[in-house]
């Protein structure tokens, strides 16, 4: 097999549990509101956002308005922004999939593409295959749950935490590969602080901004050059 | 057939977010961007942190000393192994031990 498909497959491996057991949760509770396969497979497909479709299954059982679903949307996902803007160079090059992997840039794909080492492996196989293994774990997971219920033998209460500890040792492999360690230190400062004001639904965009003006200020004191 | 707009408002929001950043910056990267392009994945990682802990509650100790107990193994897992694996799934069956007998 190629080297570039089995590298993102093991890479892939750190999301499965998460993603099956997150989609298998998704898909329990989105047959517990009354919807079935089709919408699950449309939204696992289609929307793939996870936090996204959990605030979906609310907005689907009470049947809320186009608008409200709009700008739902954008509260819950802006954050995306970033990924895009992080992976802009990256995937701006690749010669194929780039739709599918810009279409499937989670929180977790992200995580691990912008901070792999891509030397030596075909970055357009690589990428595409680490997107798609967790798509299908994603919709994998959420079709098992919306058919078969629950099909764990055993009790998975807190196993999402399983996403949090693959964004903490992200950051740490982060902190030992960069130099520039204040720029991290003050976006959790900045997060935590709007976290605290803004409240736990509403923080992210404030905290996005005052990150890109911590970022613009950094920069002109020290006069342009990178860290 | 509402449920099915919705679906589909969702997705296309989502997706325009997500294509957002290659669309505006297509032909011409402004420099900003292109620094913000190297800086952002950094701060990025900070912020999704955060957001994982975002529903922690100081006033109740079951609430907050679960996830802050094995984020802090994780990172010292990590920081002795240098195993991503390794501390992913002990951070996650320390934590799953922690909130199904202890933390209840």
Known sequence: MNRSIREAFKDSLNIFPGYMVLGLGFGILLKAKGFGIIHCLLMSVFIYAGSMQYVGIDLLASGASLITAFFMSIMVNIRHLFYGIGMLKEYQNLKRHRIYNIFALTDETFSIACSKDTTGLDKNTYYFALSLFNQLYWITGSVLGNIAGNILPFDYTGIDFSMTALFIVIVVSQWENNSDHLIVVLSFIISIVCLIIFGSSDFLLPAMIMIIVMLGILKRIRGGKDA | ?104
């Open chain 2, 1 to 104: 057939m509402h449920s099915y707009l919705l679906i589909g408002v969702m997705a296309l929001t989502t997706i325009i977010i997500r294509f957002l950043p290659f669309i505006l910056f297509k032909n011409r990267t402004p420099e900003f961007i292109i620094y913000l392009g190297k800086t952002l994945p950094y701060c990025a990682m900070a912020m999704l942190v955060v957001f994982c802990y975002r529903n922690m509650e100081f006033t109740n100790v079951t609430n907050w000393l679960p996830g802050l107990v094995s984020g802090l193994i994780v990172v010292l897992l990590y920081k002795w192994k240098h195993n991503t694996s390794i501390a992913i799934v002990a951070g996650t069956i320390l934590y799953m031990l922690l909130v199904q007998n202890i933390f209840r």
